[in-house]
T-cell receptor
């Protein structure tokens, strides 16, 4: 079956703009989590959605937001982009809340100039 | 607060050598979950194992084995007879929620280089 699909794979934006990233989970999976990966801070948890509800949120400013649709696809939005938002954004899906294993996508590489 | 420390930033070994990746964690919870993930150059994180805090049994899966010791708050990962394909960045992670990839606290990762 198809894996987790993240689009686009690469993105270049200018400071001050906003951006929307998309994540399509594995078919049948209802939980989607988002992570930011940077060389300095490493992998940091952004938020997790299950059945269209945000259940958990990491320590990021309000400029970072997300949502999940009824088909479990998820989007994350970053407004008023800063240079420090340049990162690899990864999403992961799992079928249930307490699933053992999660599957990650290949990520979206965002560069803010 | 949770914390995961992977003190080894980079390890380089010759193929067929055994290698151990260290992971030390901190948490105040009595119920928690520990994970190992592999990140190849393509970028996606590949799940390797999940352990809960009540199960201290060591695990072996092929050439991979994990040693969980609550007394030292460590969850180390050993690759036996390493192969070039094992080259990647390996992350240890901790979660108190236990579900999927929800709320994982990752270590900084260990870059493993297997030389032919």
């Amino acid at each position: 079956k198809a894996g987790v699909t993240q689009t686009p794979r690469y993105l270049i934006k200018t400071r001050g703009q906003q951006v929307t990233l998309s994540c399509s989970p594995i078919s049948g999976h209802r939980s989607v989590s988002w992570y930011q990966q940077t060389p300095g801070q490493g992998l940091q948890f952004l938020f997790e959605y299950f059945s269209e509800t945000q259940r958990n949120k990491g320590n990021f400013p309000g400029r970072f937001s997300g949502r999940q649709f009824s088909n479990s696809r998820s989007e994350m939005n970053v407004s008023t982009l800063e240079l420090g938002d340049s990162a690899l954004y990864l999403c992961a899906s799992s079928s249930r809340i307490y699933d053992t294993e999660a599957f990650f996508g290949q990520g979206t590489r965002l560069t803010v100039v | 607060a949770q914390k995961v420390t992977q003190a080894q930033t980079e390890i380089s070994v010759v193929e067929k050598e055994d290698v151990t990746l260290d992971c030390v964690y901190e948490t105040r919870d009595t119920t928690y979950y520990l994970f190992w993930y592999k990140q190849p150059p393509s970028g996606e994180l590949v799940f390797l194992i999940r352990r809960n805090s009540f199960d201290e049994q060591n695990e072996i899966s092929g050439r991979y084995s994990w040693n969980f010791q609550k007394s030292t708050s460590s969850f180390n990962f050993t690759i036996t007879a390493s192969q070039v394909v094992d080259s990647a960045v390996y992350f240890c992670a901790l979660s108190e929620s236990g579900g999927g990839a929800d709320g994982l606290t990752f270590g900084k990762g260990t870059h493993l280089i297997i030389q032919p």
